[in-house]
């Protein structure tokens, strides 16, 4: 993946503006080795060897840093001894997306991260991999381990089919309540079909797990509903004994630069959107040099996937030092060692366009002042461009969002709930991304749909 500065120039300084945004950069067997498992699961033995590993700690702290709380000493022993079927089990009743969560969670800064064997051999147990061994083991075998609960007789309308959303409806039908689940797109599963990297979750793995979750029953999917457009909140309040929204955040910031329309620039989000459910990915049509704005999650994945499709020089550039940056520090050396540049302290000033054609970014570099807040330099330099990504963050689309007499609290932007994920309006819990105060993490959606389904059932039989 070696870096081809001079073509950028080439499309930065002359040639036909736009020219160079084209797919088929690479021949089959690259595509297909770019874009291939970027963690294969462990072998039977290798897995053995790794629960060896485990010193079975009493107050676990990988537990404590798994935001659903897996028991995990409990499952590793379980698959140390043969009974793979109770380590999914254990897994999976507190967390009802652990094969997607083994494969997406950055376990270096939670369970992993924890692990007591960090401290000896600078080396923890290989907490995710054991965890897809055990789920991997359990979906190849298409063995069912949940039933719905007893019929209650009350309905809850869930809002958006992601993790939060399916997490929520899961547990709810556990408990015996009837779901009915209204999602914007075509397909279930939200960002683990749509968002996140191609390489993290290969195959079908993200609908696999749609498929098992739904195998319970007790719940109704009505895809391609939208709230806002197709059904609107105070009519689902008049029709459902409670509601839960799980919607995410459905629209990215802007790029807070004065910069008319112009050809190659993009929004992460939507292109990553396209990547992970194109056919053929030498269709997509990518730049030879690319300036990708952000530092988080979603700066990485865009970096490292536009790279694997045949970029020729990518750049990310970030405000601030890498220690700030929302991606962690083994999601930045993966875009490094993907071929990704990542430059720090710098902002964008403007874009640069000819015939409304993208070919370069101009910067500003940025530096903290006395009291610590971030301020340009004055000092500037430009990157020839011929694509730009704005990976600098998503918002929450508010349509939809009234609650008829009742208003709905939002903080920070997002809405306001408590610790039981119940919004300002009675009878409307909500939880995942869309929510203030969470971390914009798969597994922490997955267990806020949980904590909200376990408070709407308190209510309903109180009820
Ligand atoms: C590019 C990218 C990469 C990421 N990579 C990782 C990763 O590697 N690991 C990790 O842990 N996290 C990752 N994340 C974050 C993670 O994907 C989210 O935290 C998680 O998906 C949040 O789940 P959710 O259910 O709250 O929202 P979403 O997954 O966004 O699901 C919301 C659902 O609601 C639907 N919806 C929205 N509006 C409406 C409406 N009005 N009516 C009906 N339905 C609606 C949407 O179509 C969607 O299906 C990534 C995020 C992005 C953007
Ligand atoms: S902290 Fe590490 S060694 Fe201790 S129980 Fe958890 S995985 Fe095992």
């Given at each position: 993946m070696?870096?081809?500065?001079r073509?950028?120039?080439?499309?930065?300084?002359?040639?036909?503006?736009?020219?160079?945004?084209?797919?088929?950069?690479?021949?089959?067997?690259?595509?297909?080795?770019?874009?291939?498992?970027?963690h294969p699961?462990?072998?039977?033995?290798q897995?053995?060897?790794?629960?060896d590993?485990?010193?079975?700690?009493?107050?676990a702290?990988?537990?404590?840093?798994c935001?659903?709380?897996?028991?995990i000493?409990?499952?590793?022993?379980k698959?140390?001894?043969?009974?793979?079927?109770g380590?999914?089990h254990?897994?999976?009743?507190q967390?009802?997306?652990?094969?997607?969560?083994?494969r997406?969670?950055?376990?270096?800064?939670?369970?992993?991260?924890?692990?007591?064997?960090?401290d000896?051999?600078?080396?923890?147990?290989?907490?995710?991999?054991?965890?897809?061994?055990?789920?991997?083991?359990?979906?190849?075998r298409?063995?069912?381990?949940?039933?719905?609960?007893?019929?209650?007789?009350?309905?809850?309308?869930?809002?958006?089919?992601?993790?939060?959303?399916?997490?929520?409806?899961?547990?709810?039908?556990?408990?015996?309540?009837?779901?009915?689940?209204?999602?914007?797109?075509?397909?279930?599963?939200?960002?683990n079909?749509y968002?996140?990297?191609?390489?993290?979750?290969?195959?079908?793995?993200?609908?696999?797990e749609?498929?098992y979750?739904?195998e319970?029953?007790?719940?109704d999917?009505?895809?391609?509903?939208?709230?806002?457009r197709?059904?609107?909140?105070?009519r689902?309040?008049?029709?459902y004994?409670?509601?839960f929204?799980?919607?995410?955040?459905?629209?990215?910031?802007?790029?807070?630069?004065d910069a008319?329309p112009a050809?190659?620039?993009?929004?992460?989000?939507?292109?990553?959107?396209?990547?992970?459910?194109?056919?053929?990915?030498?269709?997509?049509?990518?730049?030879?040099?690319?300036?990708?704005?952000?530092g988080?999650?979603?700066?990485?994945?865009?970096?490292?996937q536009?790279?694997r499709?045949?970029a020729?020089?990518?750049?990310?550039?970030?405000?601030?030092?890498?220690?700030?940056?929302?991606?962690?520090g083994?999601?930045?050396?993966?875009?490094?060692t993907?071929?990704?540049?990542?430059?720090?302290?710098?902002?964008?000033?403007?874009l640069?366009?000819?015939?409304?054609?993208?070919?370069?970014?101009?910067?500003?570099?940025?530096?903290?002042?006395?009291?610590?807040?971030?301020?340009?330099?004055?000092?500037?330099?430009?990157?020839?461009?011929d694509?730009?990504?704005?990976?600098?963050?998503?918002?929450?689309?508010?349509?939809?969002?009234?609650?008829n007499?009742?208003?709905?609290?939002?903080?920070?932007?997002?809405?306001?709930v408590d610790?039981?994920?119940?919004?300002?309006?009675?009878g409307?819990?909500?939880?995942?991304?869309?929510?203030?105060?969470?971390?914009?993490?798969?597994?922490?959606?997955?267990?806020d749909?949980k904590?909200?389904a376990?408070?709407?059932?308190r209510?309903?039989?109180?009820?």
């Open positions: 070696a870096r081809s500065p073509r950028a120039e080439a499309a930065a300084k002359g040639g036909k503006p736009g020219a160079a945004l084209r797919g088929g950069r690479l021949d089959a067997q690259a595509y297909a080795r770019n874009f291939a498992d970027s699961p462990l072998a039977p033995n897995a053995l060897i790794e629960c590993r485990c010193y079975f700690c009493h107050d702290p990988c537990i404590q840093a935001p659903t709380q897996i028991d000493p409990s499952f590793i022993r698959i140390a001894t043969g009974n793979t079927r380590a999914a254990d897994i999976l009743k967390n009802i997306m652990g094969a997607v969560c083994a997406v969670c950055p376990t270096e800064v939670l369970c992993e991260g924890a692990c007591v064997r960090n000896q051999e600078h080396k923890p147990v290989a907490i995710g991999a054991l965890q897809r061994h055990a789920t991997d083991w359990l979906f190849d298409g063995i069912q381990l949940f039933k719905r609960g007893a019929s209650t007789g009350k309905r809850v309308a869930v809002v958006g089919g992601g993790p939060a959303g399916l997490s929520c409806a899961h547990r709810l039908s556990m408990l015996g309540h009837s779901v009915t689940v209204f999602e914007a797109r075509d397909k279930l599963g939200g960002l079909e968002g996140v990297a191609a390489y993290k979750v290969t195959g079908q793995i993200a609908q696999r749609v498929e979750l739904l319970i029953g007790g719940i999917c009505k895809p391609g509903r939208r709230l806002g197709d059904v609107s909140l105070s689902l309040r008049q029709d004994d409670a509601v929204l799980g919607i995410g955040l459905g629209a990215v910031n802007d790029l807070a630069i008319a050809a190659g620039v993009f929004d992460a989000v939507a292109y990553i959107e396209k990547l992970r459910q194109a056919a053929d990915l030498s269709k997509l049509p990518v730049g030879a040099a690319v300036v990708v704005i952000g988080g999650m979603t700066a990485i994945d865009i970096a490292s536009v790279k499709l045949g020729e020089d990518v750049t990310i550039v970030y405000r601030r030092g890498p220690q700030s940056m929302g991606a962690s083994k999601e930045q050396a993966w875009a490094q993907s071929g990704v540049r990542i430059k720090h302290w710098a902002r964008p000033l403007r640069l366009v000819r015939d409304k054609v993208l070919t370069a970014v101009e910067f500003e570099t940025t530096r903290l002042d006395r009291q610590g807040r971030l301020e340009g330099s004055g000092a500037r330099f430009t990157l020839p461009a694509m730009v990504f704005k990976a600098i963050g998503q918002v929450l689309v508010k349509e939809g969002l009234d609650g007499a009742d208003v709905l609290e939002l903080s920070a932007g997002r809405i306001a610790a039981q994920q119940r919004t300002s309006i009675p409307v819990w909500a939880g995942g991304d869309c929510v203030a105060g969470g971390q914009d993490l798969t597994v922490v959606a997955v267990e749909g904590r909200a376990h408070s709407i059932d209510h309903l039989r109180m009820a």
